[in-house]
Every structure is written in C-alpha cells, then in structure tokens.
C-alpha cells in the first residue's frame, strides 16, 4: 500500500501590496484553497500600499541583507530539525542586492535539494519595468538555480535575444531560441501569455530533450493585475505535492482563468446592481 510523500515546506518570496491583490497574498491565496496540508513561509520583498504602478504608491522595500538575515532565521531551526524548505517560489525581486541575497542563499551548503520555481518579474507589453541591473541580476544570478522558469512573452524574448519586444509579432519565430535556451540552461521553461488566433491566450512548456507541450485557454475581457503570481502560486501548489511539472502547468492553465471568470461575472453583477439602484 503506498504513502502519500509528506507535506514539504515551501518558501515563498514575492510582494506584497494593502489595496490589491499580488504576489505572495495571491500565492497564500493558491496554497489556502489547493494545498492547504503544505507548510508555507513567506518574505516580502516590498510592502507597499498599491502595486508599482500606482502613481501614489508609498511603503518599504526590504534591504538585500535583512532578506539575507530573514532567510536564515526561517530556515535554520527547520533545517537542523530536518524539515527546511524544499520549494522556494521566487516572484517580484525590486533590488539587485535582494536577488543576489537569495542567490547566496541557493548557493549554500545543502540548497542543492531545493527546487526553485522563478517568476521572473522583468516586465510586459514589450518592455522591461524593473531596473536593467536587477533584471540582468535575475538572468545571470537566479536562473541558473531554477528548476522551473515561468515567464510571459516579454520576459522570455528578453532572456532569450536580449529583446523585450522579439516575441510581441511573431512568437513562432521565437519558438526555437526558447527550446535551445531550456536545453542549454537545463530548466523547464513554461512561457505564459502567447497570443493566439480566435482570441485565445496560449502557455508553452519547454522541457530539455522533450517534446514541446503546448496548453491555451480562452482570453478573459478583463484587465487584472497578479495573474503571473496566482499562476505561480498553482504551479507551486502541485509541485508541493511532487506532481509532474507538465499536471502542475496544465492545473494552472485552467485555474487562473476560472478565477478572472468569476471575477469578471462579480463586477458586472455589482454594476448591474448599482444601475438598478439608478434607475429605481
């Protein structure tokens, strides 16, 4: 008779924001509702009072070494109890001190054992929207220690050609510089966002020496910020769970859209009230 594995400690490292919904707030959010057995430690890499765009926005930003100090202090005593974080999940890293803090931390004795799944939050539309020092950090510092690497259209035309915009007109063209990139760096990379004919959005996974594995989905008509970090967070959630890569993708493929759905379906039944109130 066999054994379900035990529950691993995952390690989330990510944003958080009061007035929204992004990064390790969405990523709790996965683990609450899919694997709520698996232990989830979190560090914010900002707290901020809106996401980055907002022209008001105001809050913090942790300093490289006290990310450095709250790595060590989160995994210490699990570590010498033998229950340390096997799964580190890696999202919005503002400073290059802070990418080159959990890259020591990666680096370290005993982190061989840990699988890191990296959202590389660089940029979108065709641009980057991070400083190019942290991004280059991210590239040359992080992606090395990856097992999975999810990023969007943007982000992997970057990573791949140098590029933000080389996938925005013509992804196929783009398709054999990614396979060559998941071959020569050894990670599986699974890009996000492709548009697609018929108003569809498609998710590629790129394995090395495997075949390409191609998901899509419906495009949602509703414009919401964190779709990359709930993404993330559901990919992690399976992977908690030792599932194959490609269950963990196709379960997130399906998932996040749900999600916009049911959103979508909430604001327009509150417009509806409000006219209603209007009208009346």
């Known amino acids: 008779m ?3 594995p035990p529950p691993r400690v995952v390690l989330s490292i990510a944003s958080r924001v009061s007035n929204g919904a992004v990064g390790n707030s969405l990523v709790e959010a996965a683990f609450l509702r899919l694997a709520p057995e698996q232990t989830l430690l979190t560090i914010d890499t900002v707290n901020w009072t809106a996401p980055g765009n907002h022209p008001r926005r105001t ?6 070494d006290e990310l450095a100090r709250q790595l060590a202090v989160l995994t210490d005593a699990r570590d010498r109890l033998g229950g340390g974080a096997s799964l580190v999940v890696a999202g919005y890293l503002r400073t290059s001190d802070q990418v080159g803090a959990l890259a020591a931390f990666l680096a370290g004795p005993g982190r061989s054992r ?5 959202d590389p939050v660089l940029g979108d539309q065709g641009r980057l929207y991070i400083p190019q020092s942290t991004a280059e950090a991210i590239r040359d510092r992080l992606v090395p220690h990856a097992r999975v690497l999810l990023p969007n259209v943007t982000e992997a035309a970057w990573l791949v050609t140098g590029d933000p915009k080389a996938g ?3 992804f196929a063209a783009l398709e054999p510089r990614l396979k060559r990139y998941a071959e020569s760096h050894g990670v599986v ?7 697609l004919p018929d108003d569809r ?18 495009r949602v008509p509703i414009e919401y910020m964190g779709t990359g970090d709930l993404f993330a967070g559901v990919v992690a959630t399976g992977l908690a769970r030792n599932e194959p890569v490609e269950t963990a993708v196709r379960r997130a493929t399906e998932f ?8 979508m ?9 409000i006219h209603a109130v209007e009208l009346s």
């Open 59 to 64: 809050g913090i930003e942790l300093p490289g």
């Open 201 to 218: 959005i498609g998710v590629r996974l790129y394995r090395p020496a495997d075949r390409t594995i191609a998901f899509e989905h419906p």
């Open 114 to 118: 840990v699988d890191l799944v990296l």
């Open 168 to 170: 925005e007109t013509d």
């Open 189 to 195: 990379l699974v890009v996000k966002s492709i548009p």
């Open 256 to 263: 996040v859209p749900q999600v916009l759905m049911r959103e």
């Open 265 to 273: 379906r909430a604001a327009i039944g509150l417009r509806a009230q």
């Open 2 to 4: 066999s054994t379900a």
